[in-house]
């Protein structure tokens, strides 16, 4: 069990660039959450969903966008990268019944 | 709106003493308060949990107390370790729907030794 994997670790990224955070988990994981950190900051939720083909905006959703065509896989979008969106990314798993979520190790982004 | 708060940005406790790291909210719906570490460069892993219908769990040299009438809750550590200095987070979300985390900003945990 790898738990819930990010990819990449770390990634520069020019303004107006384009990528996709990856996020994948094999803990049969109904609910999946993307959040970000900023210094000094607890994590705020970008998107999230309750299953396959569910995705629903979280409390910062502007500037991404994501899908689940699998249980298994979350990628997180960003189109037009901004510098307002450097940040480390966390991706976590929850299934139910357990109460606690599962992270992934976080992919820590610059938008230079 | 800030859901949940935790006040204090850092805390620095001598090794062997305990540890209270504070936590308030404002949603009284909230069913879950869970406590996440966080070491640097890693993702936040789970502590310990609380139910809204229980005041006390205890995990070994963690202990968490909720005071449901005064949207508060706290984290013990006794006694405190070195291996415990990372950042703690306080979490809560409602059972209905989509189970929610809402963070708090983090307490800074210095075990000094």
């Known amino acids: 069990n790898a738990g819930v994997t990010q990819t990449p670790k770390f990634r520069i990224l020019k303004i107006g660039q384009s990528m996709t955070l990856q996020c994948t988990q094999d803990m049969n994981h109904n609910y999946m959450y993307w959040y970000r950190q900023d210094p000094g900051m607890g994590l705020k939720l970008i998107y999230y969903s309750v299953g396959a083909g569910i995705t629903d905006k979280g409390e910062v959703p502007n500037g991404y966008n994501v899908s689940r065509s699998t249980t298994e896989d979350f990628p997180l979008r960003l189109e037009l990268a901004a510098p307002s969106q450097t940040s480390v990314y966390f991706c976590a798993g929850k299934g139910v019944p357990n109460t606690e979520a599962f992270f992934g190790q976080g992919t820590r982004l610059t938008v230079v | 709106d800030q859901q949940v708060k935790q006040n204090s940005p850092s805390l620095s406790v001598q090794e062997g003493r305990i540890s209270i790291l504070n936590c308030d909210y404002t949603n009284s719906m909230f069913d879950y308060f869970l406590w996440y570490k966080k070491y640097p460069a890693e993702g936040p892993t789970f502590l310990i949990s609380i139910s809204s219908i229980k005041d006390k769990n205890e995990d070994g040299r963690f202990t968490v107390f909720l005071n449901k009438s005064a949207k508060h809750l706290s984290l013990h550590i006794v006694p405190s370790q070195p291996g415990d200095s990372a950042v703690y987070f306080c979490?809560?979300?409602?059972?209905?729907?989509?189970?929610?985390?809402?963070f708090g900003q983090g307490t800074r945990l210095t075990i000094n030794p």
């Open positions: 979490a809560a979300f409602v059972l209905q729907g989509a189970q929610k985390l809402v």
